[in-house]
């Protein structure tokens, strides 16, 4: 559900909303950045600098890569569509569950999706089968891979990791990863694996970690060959001077990461230790900001009961029954908000269900 829609429907703020489909950083932008669009607004009256030196220079240089193997977008959606036209795929591997994202940009286009099961009948927190994956890159031409996960959360080893791409290109396959939560989680980026490649497309956004979604922003890193064929299908310009400047300032405030990665980490303590007093939940923790939740029962329309609070939720249905939810973490009093709420709709249902089975025998 749209939350603009939703608000002007209901005649509600945005703020009067509680977005749980948006893992967006609950702390909101870097302070620096705040102050680096605001001294940039002077620059307003030039045309923006297309081939984005100063932060290609910067990110080429922490990552050790060379600069005509990084191109950046109107954030990592927009980089998807531009490499989906230019590769003109007509099968697509994802692994499920799948986000909604996902489909959204794939339904623009005639492809055929093939769904690769990660649920838990692998593993208790969720792993990805890797030879099993590596086997079905030869029924498809390009495999999507969050990384992590952008639902459970899973992160693939650096190894396994390695080996995909080396099948990737063995089989002539494309293999996009995209590290949209990397930046919540202790792990490296792929980002020179990618660049030494010959078909992987790694590809990165300002709008999570770093709370830019206001003023998308995306880059990709691949091998020269594969930049080359997806610059011709970008539209210029594809960003601004205020995203640009708070861009770079992001990237080198890290106090603002040590500040983020403590909240996140207190938060999810609180979270857990409340979920776990509520029957009927399975917690799965993950390495980004976000938990995923299996209710063990089927509960009809669970969206609209959420809904009724004002509550905006990103619900996942399973092979083997029951439903997940993606929880993303927010500020404290939206949090416990959401713990109150999803308690009071499982008792309430709970309830109904007694209710209902006394009612038969009687």
């Given at each position: 559900?749209?939350i603009?829609?939703?608000?002007?429907?209901?005649?509600?703020s945005?703020?009067q909303?509680?977005?749980?489909?948006s893992?967006?950083?609950?702390?909101g932008?870097?302070n620096?950045?705040?102050?680096a669009?605001?001294?940039?607004?002077k620059?307003?009256?030039?045309?923006p600098?297309?081939?984005?030196r100063?932060?290609?220079?910067?990110?080429?240089?922490?990552?050790?890569?060379?600069?005509?193997?990084?191109?950046?977008?109107h954030?990592?959606?927009?980089l998807?569509?531009?490499?989906?036209?230019?590769t003109e795929?007509?099968t697509?591997?994802?692994?499920s569950?799948?986000?909604?994202?996902?489909?959204?940009?794939?339904?623009?286009?005639?492809?055929?999706?093939q769904l690769?099961?990660?649920?838990?009948?692998?593993h208790?927190?969720?792993?990805?089968?890797i030879?099993?994956?590596i086997?079905?890159l030869?029924?498809?031409?390009m495999?999507?891979?969050?990384?992590?996960?952008d639902v459970?959360?899973?992160?693939m080893p650096a190894?396994s990791?390695?080996?995909?791409?080396e099948?990737?290109?063995?089989?002539?396959?494309?293999?996009?990863?995209?590290?949209?939560?990397?930046?919540?989680?202790?792990?490296?980026?792929?980002?020179?694996?990618?660049a030494e490649?010959?078909?992987t497309?790694?590809?990165?956004?300002?709008?999570?970690?770093?709370?830019?979604?206001?003023?998308?922003l995306g880059?990709?890193?691949?091998?020269?060959?594969?930049?080359?064929?997806?610059?011709a299908s970008?539209i210029?310009?594809?960003?601004n001077?205020l995203?640009?400047?708070?861009?770079i300032?992001?990237?080198?405030?890290?106090g603002?990461?040590?500040?983020?990665?403590?909240?996140?980490?207190e938060?999810?303590?609180?979270?857990?230790?409340?979920?776990?007093?509520?029957?009927?939940?399975r917690?799965f923790?993950t390495a980004c900001?976000?938990?995923?939740?299996?209710?063990?029962?089927?509960?009809?329309?669970?969206?609209?009961?959420?809904i009724?609070?004002?509550?905006?939720?990103?619900?996942?249905?399973?092979?083997?029954?029951?439903?997940?939810?993606k929880?993303?973490l927010?500020?404290?009093k939206?949090?416990?908000r959401?713990?109150?709420?999803?308690?009071?709709?499982?008792?309430?249902?709970?309830q109904?269900?007694?209710?209902?089975n006394?009612?038969?025998h009687?």
């Amino acid at each position: 559900m749209d939350i603009h829609n939703y608000a002007e429907s209901k005649r509600l703020s945005l703020r009067q909303v509680f977005d749980f489909t948006s893992s967006v950083n609950p702390l909101g932008p870097s302070n620096k950045a705040k102050n680096a669009i605001r001294k940039s607004i002077k620059f307003l009256e030039f045309t923006p600098d297309k081939e984005i030196r100063y932060l290609k220079r910067y990110i080429c240089k922490q990552d050790r890569i060379d600069e005509d193997c990084v191109i950046f977008g109107h954030g990592s959606s927009s980089l998807l569509h531009s490499l989906l036209g230019a590769t003109e795929p007509k099968t697509i591997l994802l692994v499920s569950p799948v986000s909604k994202r996902y489909i959204d940009i794939l339904s623009n286009y005639r492809i055929n999706i093939q769904l690769f099961s990660a649920e838990e009948r692998y593993h208790p927190q969720f792993s990805i089968d890797i030879a099993g994956l590596i086997d079905r890159l030869k029924t498809v031409d390009m495999l999507i891979l969050p990384n992590p996960h952008d639902v459970m959360g899973t992160m693939m080893p650096a190894e396994s990791l390695g080996l995909l791409i080396e099948a990737t290109e063995k089989a002539g396959k494309i293999l996009v990863i995209d590290e949209r939560y990397m930046d919540f989680t202790p792990f490296k980026s792929s980002v020179k694996l990618a660049a030494e490649s010959k078909n992987t497309l790694m590809i990165r956004t300002f709008s999570e970690f770093y709370a830019l979604n206001g003023l998308p922003l995306g880059y990709g890193a691949g091998s020269r060959t594969l930049i080359n064929k997806l610059s011709a299908s970008l539209i210029p310009p594809q960003g601004n001077v205020l995203v640009y400047a708070a861009a770079i300032v992001s990237l080198k405030d890290k106090g603002h990461k040590t500040r983020t990665m403590k909240f996140v980490k207190e938060e999810k303590e609180y979270f857990v230790k409340k979920l776990m007093q509520i029957d009927g939940l399975r917690i799965f923790d993950t390495a980004c900001n976000f938990l995923l939740l299996k209710i063990e029962r089927q509960i009809p329309d669970l969206a609209s009961l959420f809904i009724k609070y004002h509550i905006v939720i990103d619900e996942y249905s399973s092979e083997s029954a029951g439903t997940y939810l993606k929880v993303p973490l927010k500020r404290h009093k939206s949090n416990a908000r959401f713990i109150k709420t999803l308690k009071n709709i499982l008792k309430t249902y709970c309830q109904k269900t007694v209710d209902s089975n006394t009612a038969q025998h009687i």
